[in-house]
């Protein structure tokens, strides 16, 4: 039996709040963007999944990975491959200047969706010692997937240029057809690049009978392979970890799957994560629909075991939640599939307590016939058709899915007001997507939605929620498509309890600048780094560095040079709204009831703070932390007829949490106000 244990602080508070016109509440936060490289079309930067701009603290260097622009020279060099190079650019100084150097160049073999990041050795703090290390799927030369890409590069001045490097094992290419090279068959390893402090990087692709079928027989999707990437005597070498999931099968045998993986690790690379997203076999009533299938790794990968997961058939606020605002599928009302919207985005992230943060919207599903299982439901509005009806209490919710893969909680995050419009002429909001069609390509163009991003400060106790939104008092006829995105961010606190700060536009905060008015209502293809600097917490005011690009061109051309845009976001958050903690320990059948009957008196406080509980002998501790985490005070606490005190005479006035610690180690808050 799967279990989902949650406690959630007034979901429809929240709720009421991220739906009223102020969600903006930091007008002190102004950004400035620069155009810091460019690439030959605007294709490089379709997947949102892709990790091509990274962090690395202990060199305080940015990294970003991308096709090289037509006008780039780079070696070996032809017609094609100007197209198909990758070059990494690289700032020490948070983006204020930037060097460049090139990793991948092949005469025949042109690289796609790079991603990438620094490997460093463990304990290392000078970049000399580091390398420029990535990957991605390649196309060869009539336009079809052959294989994958992998490269590496000294970060040094000198190699700094568009020369590939040539160490052993640099420049390696790994064919999906035979020989299979160093790794096995797998394609499109494009997704969830990571860096960790063990020296180690990885990426995650897929595996499947054919990557250029257009049909799910032909396309034969299995599962994921992991690739982790480190030096052995000199050499960069790869090796490779295959995972296949158990899912439902549709009746032509094929398997219920999401054709990308995802993955997350903590900073150390002790933890990981391995995500697909699909229909478990098994699964019954509300879990048969696509959602999360989750591995983890407590041994750096040396083994993975699939975890419970989520159990959206138990009698949960959150699910009573959740399901309260999807539809049921069409055949029968009551039925209701939540569904994880991979077209808006999905994002993963781990904190400080090694526990998974899986960041998404939930659509309703369309049916639950095995073979329909991958289908949305839609809302015809005004002559459009949406995956939500976008009325109060059924528009495109952000929720943050926490725990550990056998014990998930969740948190409301926002509401978001538009959705990505189609990229084929019959596919929904196309007429109203401001990118051109490609007549070679039928026509398609290419969309922006939310494109939901996670990032941890380094110290993984801040999460930041990054997603693009069109304010759709502005969209053509009030649409809600995502026509004129801007890019918010909010941040989920990890101590000393969860909870939720205010929110930050970045890509329209402050004055238009001569700079940012290509990224205002242009905040097309965001990426934003998986890692940040650790939180500088200041008087009433978390700070924290969040590198962060966005990617068009002027006017929306697809096929012309698109241009990057960076800016170095420095995100000023003031205010927290506090929630009790949803993780508890699933051994306390008891948790709720003990919080429940425990009391803080008075509140406002002044001088004296009284605890009343019927549960005396479960607590030993309290804590004080303000609402930016800090820790004040902690002291043991005795009852005397099952009331005890603490003086908070100390206490300046404002908002805190009490933490009432067990003898079990389980973590009981209270949220009081100090007022003379």
Avoid at 593 to 614: C, G, K, R
Avoid at 654 to 675: D, R, V
């Amino acid at each position: 039996m799967r279990i989902f244990f949650i406690l959630i602080y007034f979901f429809t508070l929240l709720t009421s709040y991220s739906q009223q016109g102020g969600k903006e509440t930091s007008a002190a936060n102004s950004f400035t963007w620069y155009p810091f490289t460019g690439s030959a079309n605007i294709h490089s930067v379709l997947n949102s999944f892709s990790k091509p701009l990274q962090y690395n603290p202990a060199l305080n260097t940015i990294t970003f990975f991308h096709q090289a622009s037509v006008t780039y020279s780079s070696y070996p060099s032809t017609t094609l491959t100007a197209k198909g190079a990758v070059v990494a650019m690289i700032s020490t100084n948070f983006g204020q200047t930037w060097d460049s150097a090139c990793v991948w160049s092949d005469n025949n073999l042109l690289a796609k969706n790079p991603q990438g990041a620094v490997y460093n050795p463990p304990g290392n703090t000078n970049p000399v010692n580091a390398y420029l290390v990535g990957c991605g799927p390649v196309l060869n030369s009539i336009g079809n997937y052959s294989g994958n890409w992998y490269a590496s590069k000294q970060m040094v001045s000198a190699s700094f240029n568009s020369t590939i490097s040539a160490a052993p094992g640099a420049v390696q290419f790994m064919p999906n057809t035979l020989p299979y090279g160093a790794l096995s068959k797998h394609d499109k390893s494009w997704s969830s690049f990571t860096s960790t402090n063990d020296g180690k990087v990885r990426s995650v692709s897929i595996l499947a009978a054919n990557a250029n079928a257009t049909t799910n027989i032909g396309f034969g999707l299995r599962g994921a392979l992991i690739e982790t990437g480190n030096f052995n005597a000199g050499n960069f070498n790869w090796t490779a970890d295959s995972i296949i999931p158990p899912t439902t099968l549709r009746s032509d045998g094929t398997k219920q799957l999401y054709s990308t993986p995802l993955m997350a690790w903590n900073q150390s690379g002790t933890v990981g994560y391995l995500v697909f997203i699909g229909s478990r076999s098994g699964a019954s009533l509300s879990n048969q629909g696509w959602q999360p299938i989750i591995y983890k790794t407590n041994n750096s990968g040396g083994s993975w075991a699939l975890t419970t997961g989520i159990d959206f058939n138990t009698n949960t606020i959150a699910n009573n939640y959740i399901k309260g605002h999807i539809a049921g599928v069409t055949t029968n009302t009551a039925l209701k599939l939540p569904y994880f919207n991979t077209n808006e985005g999905i994002g993963l992230t781990v904190d400080n307590h090694d526990n998974l943060h899986i960041a998404t919207t939930i659509a309703s599903t369309k049916s639950n016939h095995m073979d329909s299982l991958e289908y949305a439901k839609d809302f015809l509005i005004q002559g459009e058709l949406y995956k939500w009806s976008h009325i109060p209490g059924e528009t495109p919710y952000l929720y943050d899915f926490i725990g550990d893969g056998n014990i998930m909680g969740c948190a409301l995050i926002d509401s978001l007001s538009s959705e990505a419009p189609g990229s084929i002429s019959s596919a929904p909001g196309y007429s109203y997507n401001p990118w051109d069609p490609d007549p070679s390509n039928n026509n398609n163009k290419v969309t922006s939605g939310s494109r939901i991003q996670l990032s941890r400060t380094e110290d993984g106790k801040f999460i930041l929620f990054t997603w693009a939104e069109s304010d759709t008092n502005f969209t053509l006829n009030s649409a809600k498509w995502n026509e004129l995105p801007n890019v918010r961010v909010r941040t989920l606190s990890i101590i000393p309890n969860y909870g939720i700060s205010n929110e930050i536009g970045v890509s329209n905060a402050g004055v238009p600048s001569p700079s940012n008015i290509f990224v205002r209502n242009r905040a097309m293809f965001h990426y934003a780094a998986p890692v940040t600097q650790t939180a500088a917490i200041q008087i009433n005011t978390l700070s924290i560095m969040l590198p962060i690009t966005v990617s068009n061109s002027l006017p929306y051309s697809q096929l012309t040079a698109s241009t990057h845009w960076f800016a170095g976001a420095r995100l000023n958050f003031d205010t927290f709204f506090p929630w009790p903690n949803p993780i508890l320990s699933i051994k306390d059948n008891g948790a709720k009831e003990v919080l429940n009957n425990t009391h803080v008196f008075p509140n406002p406080a002044q001088d004296i703070l009284y605890i009343s509980t019927n549960e005396k002998n479960e607590f030993e501790a309290a804590i004080i932390y303000n609402n930016l985490g800090q820790k004040i005070k902690e002291e043991k606490i005795i009852f005397e007829n099952n009331i005890a005190l603490m003086k908070t005479y100390d206490l300046p006035n404002g908002l805190y949490i009490l933490n009432l610690k067990t003898h079990e180690q389980i973590s009981f808050s209270k949220h009081f106000i100090i007022a003379r």
